[in-house]
Nanobody, 115 residues
Framework: QVQLVESGGGLVQPGGSLRLSCAAS????????MGWYRQAPGKQRELVAT???????YYASFVKGRFTIARDNAKNTVYLQMNNLRPEDTAVYYC?????????WGQGTQVTVSS
């Protein structure tokens, strides 16, 4: 069974940084494109960034230049380094495979950006 466990969220002031981690199990991690997604209150879940099994990266325009996605296939883990955080980055952050996503989403990790 697929398990995705996100961690690293928290409360941070505007301009601050956080590093999110997501440990995956139950899948052959190294063959998948992995993605970070987020869902803010009252909004639909949206794609934040992806990283292919070869290391190719995509970023949504609203995080480009501030967030960095990385992966460690030996640890079945994907990371999201978030710098220069803004209040509008406040959301629950999730990881999942990308196209297709797995049916079992993790619990996510809450990121709150506030002074």
């Amino acid at each position: 069974q697929v398990q995705l466990v996100e961690s690293g969220g928290g409360l941070v002031q505007p301009g601050g940084s956080l590093r999110l981690s997501c440990a995956a199990s139950g899948i052959i991690f190294s063959i998948y494109t992995m993605g970070w997604y987020r869902q803010a209150p009252g909004k639909q879940r949206e794609l934040v960034a992806t990283i292919t099994n070869g290391g190719g990266k995509y970023y949504a325009s609203f995080v480009k230049g501030r967030f960095t996605i990385a992966r460690d296939n030996a640890k079945n883990t994907v990371y999201l380094q978030m710098n220069n955080l803004r209040p509008e980055d406040t959301a629950v952050y999730y990881c999942n495979t990308y196209l297709p996503t797995q049916g079992n989403w993790g619990q996510g990790t809450q990121v709150t950006v506030s002074s």
